[in-house]
T-cell receptor, first 113, second 108 residues
Framework: GAVVSQHPSWVICKSGTSVKIECRSL??????MFWYRQFPKQSLMLMAT?????????EQGVEKDKFLINHASLTLSTLTVTSAHPEDSSFYIC?????????FGEGSWLTVV | GIQVEQSPPDLILQEGANSTLRCNFS?????LQWFHQNPWGQLINLFY???GTKQNGRLSATTVATERYSLLYISSSQTTDSGVYFC??????????FGKGTKLTVNP
């Protein structure tokens, strides 16, 4: 079946630095990928829709300059958290759609210290 | 926008028990999926079920689109079934809208 891989699974970074998370569709092409953020014991919150070859579409309240999304190929989207702060610590997860089914990556736990 | 409500929010079972999780949605949808999020955060797709009934082992799901609800049945529950079950819908655009989830704990 379709697989979406996300890397890294865990990352710890210092305040003020940037961290990049990759999301890959391993056996299918994804013109659209989605990035979510999940706080503890809460549901997933859509941050942005990543479109191959064009700018991402951000949800209301999500800072474009802070959460940079690049979808340079049909199998790779990246999320870069710039100038990270402790409040950016969270679980970030991507998804991609193949036909009618949506598949999620493993997720990335980000801790900013 | 569309509202997705799941019930119950929390459910505690003894191993071997059966359970029913419910998902109500406020508008017509093109896509409805059930996911299981394990304790490590990974989301596993259980069913794509915009209408009708499907079964996969001990799990089955039914969606009655005209009445805007879906049910997930778990039979003979096991401790590995523990986690959060999410219902998610796509109302018409590409965006998946999640419910708040049902946290299931299965005790041995």
């Amino acid at each position: 079946g379709a697989v979406v891989s996300q890397h890294p699974s865990w990352v710890i970074c210092k305040s003020g630095t940037s961290v990049k998370i990759e999301c890959r569709s391993l056996d299918f092409q994804a013109t659209t990928m989605f990035w979510y953020r999940q706080f503890p014991k809460q549901s997933l919150m859509l941050m942005a829709t990543s479109n191959e070859g064009s700018k991402a579409t951000y949800e209301q309240g999500v800072e474009k300059d802070k959460f940079l999304i690049n979808h340079a190929s049909l199998t790779l989207s990246t999320l870069t958290v710039t100038s990270a702060h402790p409040e950016d610590s969270s679980f970030y997860i991507c998804s991609a759609r193949e036909r009618n089914t949506i598949y999620f990556g493993e997720g990335s736990w980000l801790t900013v210290v | 926008g569309i509202q997705v409500e799941q019930s119950p929010p929390d459910l505690i079972l003894q191993e071997g028990a059966n359970s029913t999780l419910r998902c109500n949605f406020s508008d017509s949808v093109n896509n409805l999926q059930w996911f299981h999020q394990n304790p490590w955060g990974q989301l596993i797709n259980l069913f794509y079920i915009p209408s009708g009934t499907k079964q996969n082992g001990r799990l089955s799901a039914t969606t009655v689109a005209t009445e805007r609800y879906s049910l997930l049945y778990i039979s003979s529950s096991q401790t590995t079934d523990s986690g959060v079950y999410f219902c998610a819908v796509i109302p018409g655009s590409e965006k998946l809208v999640f419910g708040k989830g049902t946290k299931l704990t299965v005790n041995p």
